[in-house]
């Protein structure tokens, strides 16, 4: 009977110290996941987040399609602020005839980041003819 | 034998509270993880301030873990461990929805993927502390209330706290709270303040949900009004404005708006901190 208690006691003894594994690696895990999350804000912060957005948009494809063709477009964000309401326009000069206008709007356009859009003109749109640019941005 | 009331803590139990909390995790995250907002918030947050908030987090986390545990014995390790495995728990579960709601992408730059998935950890962190704590059925309400009695005044006051940071923080990126600020009048401001005072009041002290609490002992309403019912709405506002703060709601706009947007998101605040108290 005593015999028996005493082991009672180094159980519950045990128990009061023993953390399952599991643990140590749900909260490892949890400890690597923290800091790199930290340290990759951080890093951020310190970057470069104070510039306002500076906005390039090339034409990556040109396409015929029923009724005319698709200009694909991305346009990039360099800094690392975010642009938000980027309106792209897109100007295709005839020779002669009246130039065709195309508008894109995105809502966002994140630091360091590119979105990607297209346009349609009825006629082919040539390299020295057309010209794509963003037109302005808002602050978040 | 005596008997021990106890359970040991075995991997099989820890992971069975692993799995409440990534569950917790879904279902207090999901809210916010279909909302847009979010999304640009993620990378357009002012990064101090993002790590500000997920800092202020994690203490909430650990002060949970404290009052919520159904441990008994206290001690630092094991609330710091629990809070940093609903962290990692949080980081996960928003990453695997957010990437399945193509909201997050590989083509994305990493700092785009970070922000967003940090901002919707929070709530999902929130999520898997109380899932892994309150949806487990061995949970210690004896525990609970010593330590509560324990914590004193402070031990009233936190679980207000992370109640009206966690409602404040799912209402305050959507685009209607500065919406209903602007349409509304001064008066409208004032009467919703008294209401959100009125309704925290009642909510803890009167309607008799469980886990109620008792107003203190010899305590007349005036006492209890003052200690606790305008001391949690107090903690609702400072909340509000640290939230919208947070957001840069609050950037160079008049402090006529700023007050009356902090009435508004600390009605759900105020909300929060009453029903917290019934939670934890």
């Known amino acids: ?140 | 034998m005596t008997e021990d009331n106890q359970p040991v803590e075995t991997n099989e139990l820890y992971a069975v509270g692993l799995a409440r909390a990534f569950g917790g995790a879904v279902i207090f995250g999901i809210p916010l993880m279909m909302t847009m907002e979010m999304w640009s918030l993620g990378f357009s947050i002012d990064r101090l301030r993002l790590l500000l908030f997920i800092g202020v987090n994690l203490l909430v986390l650990i002060g949970l873990s404290y009052f919520a545990g159904f441990e008994k014995t206290f001690s630092w390790r094991e609330d710091v461990m629990d809070a940093l495995a609903a962290f990692g728990v949080g980081v996960i579960t928003s990453a695997a929805i957010l990437a399945l709601f193509a909201v997050i992408a590989l083509d994305m730059t990493w700092t785009e993927i970070i922000g967003k998935v940090a901002l919707q950890s929070v709530p999902a962190s929130i999520g898997a502390m109380l899932g892994r704590k309150q949806l487990g059925a061995e949970q210690d309400t004896g525990a609970e209330d010593e330590r509560k009695r324990e914590a004193g005044y402070a031990g009233e006051l936190f679980p207000m706290l992370a109640g009206a940071l966690f409602l404040a923080f799912n209402m305050a990126p959507t685009e209607e709270m500065i919406l209903i600020a602007f349409q509304m009048t001064p008066w409208h401001g004032i009467a919703l303040g008294v209401v959100s005072i009125a309704l925290l009041h009642i909510f803890v002290y009167v309607l008799g949900f469980s886990g109620q609490e008792t107003p203190p002992e010899g305590g007349t309403f005036m006492r209890t009004f003052l200690h606790f019912t305008l001391a949690g709405y107090g903690i609702a506002l400072l909340v509000s404005l640290y939230v919208l703060w947070t957001f840069g709601r609050t950037e160079d706009t008049a402090l006529a708006q700023v007050a009356m947007m902090t009435v508004v998101l600390a009605f759900p605040a105020a909300l929060g901190a009453a029903t917290a108290r019934l939670v934890i």
């Open chain 1, 1 to 140: 009977m005593v015999q028996q208690r005493t082991a009672d006691r180094d159980g519950t003894q045990q128990k009061a110290n023993h953390t399952p594994w599991l643990e140590w690696v749900a909260s490892g895990i949890g400890l690597l996941l923290t800091l790199g999350i930290f340290g990759s804000i951080g890093w951020q912060a310190f970057d470069d987040a104070g510039a306002p957005p500076a906005i390039a948009v090339d034409v990556t494809r040109v396409v015929p399609v029923e009724g005319g063709y698709r200009v694909e477009f991305r346009a990039r964000n360099s800094t690392g602020s975010t642009a938000s309401q980027v309106e792209i326009e897109g100007k295709l000069a005839g020779d002669g005839a009246e130039a065709e206008i195309g508008h894109v709007v995105f809502d966002y356009i994140p630091g360091h980041s590119e979105r990607k859009g297209g346009m349609f003109f009825t006629r082919e749109p040539r390299q020295e003819s057309l010209a794509l640019r963003a037109l302005g941005f808002a602050d978040p």
